[in-house]
């Protein structure tokens, strides 16, 4: 079966700060990756997702990640964060069936 | 307009009862969801369904019970709830095709047993 790991159970930084979040993940075959940000309170929503083609993807809100596939690993970075973005962030990759499976989450707290 | 939409929204309720939670969805997928977030934010799967057909059903006790009248919704009941119920319950759809399974996200549903 396949697992997601991440690395940080929670981050805490300042304002301006650069934020790298780690996902590894256990599945050989072809992957689809994803991060989703859930704000407190809110439903979990799409920050961005790789399917194929260039391994560095962008999403929303200044988001990148890049998926390095001879390590198993997808990880979420922003160069400087804002107080906004103080959430709970999912890795989940989907191996070509029906299932998502979720890492355990990395609550990143901004400090103004 | 709501894309994925849950009620109710919070759901508190004594052991023992019986509560059903409902998910509509508006974006024409062919495949819904039900997950359980604990209280340490882990999110797992518990059901899908795909043009109404059950196709994932993980390791949940019988007293959840699935039902997708169409394959706009996707209900959830629970029978004699357990205070080990008490979680957030999200909804979830995607359009299954190709090699992706990009979900879309309801707002959740916060079930308090006591």
């Known amino acids: 079966a396949q697992s997601v790991s991440q690395h940080n159970h929670h981050v805490i930084l300042s304002e301006a700060a650069s934020l790298e979040l780690g996902c590894n993940y256990s599945?050989?075959?072809?992957?689809?990756l994803f991060w989703y940000v859930q704000y407190p309170g809110q439903h979990l929503q799409l920050l961005l997702k790789?399917?194929?083609?260039?391994?560095l993807v962008k999403g929303i809100k200044g988001f990148e990640a890049e998926f390095i596939k001879s390590k198993f690993s997808f990880n979420l970075r922003k160069p400087s964060v804002q107080w906004s973005d103080t959430a709970e962030y999912f890795c989940?990759?989907?191996?070509?069936?029906?299932?998502?499976?979720f890492g355990a989450g990395t609550t990143v707290t901004v400090r103004a | 307009d709501t894309a994925v939409s849950q009620t109710p929204k919070y759901l508190v309720t004594q052991m023992g009862n019986d509560k059903s939670i409902k998910c509509e969805q508006n974006?024409?997928?062919?495949?819904m969801y039900w997950y359980k977030q604990d209280s340490k934010k882990f999110l797992k799967i518990m059901f899908s369904?795909?043009?109404?057909?059950?196709?994932i059903n993980e390791t949940v006790p019988n007293r959840f019970s699935p039902k997708s009248p169409d394959k706009a919704h996707l209900n959830l009941h629970i029978n004699s709830l357990e205070l080990g119920d008490s979680a957030v319950y999200f909804c979830?759809?995607?359009?299954?095709?190709?090699?992706?399974?990009?979900?879309?996200f309801g707002p959740g549903t916060r079930l308090t047993v006591l």
């Open positions: 979830a759809s995607s359009q299954l095709g190709g090699n992706y399974n990009e979900q879309f």
């Open positions: 599945y050989g075959g072809t992957v689809n």
């Open positions: 790789y399917f194929s083609g260039d391994p």
């Open positions: 989940a990759v989907n191996a070509g069936d029906y299932k998502l499976s």
């Open positions: 974006l024409g997928h062919d495949t």
């Open positions: 369904y795909n043009n109404k057909e059950l196709i």
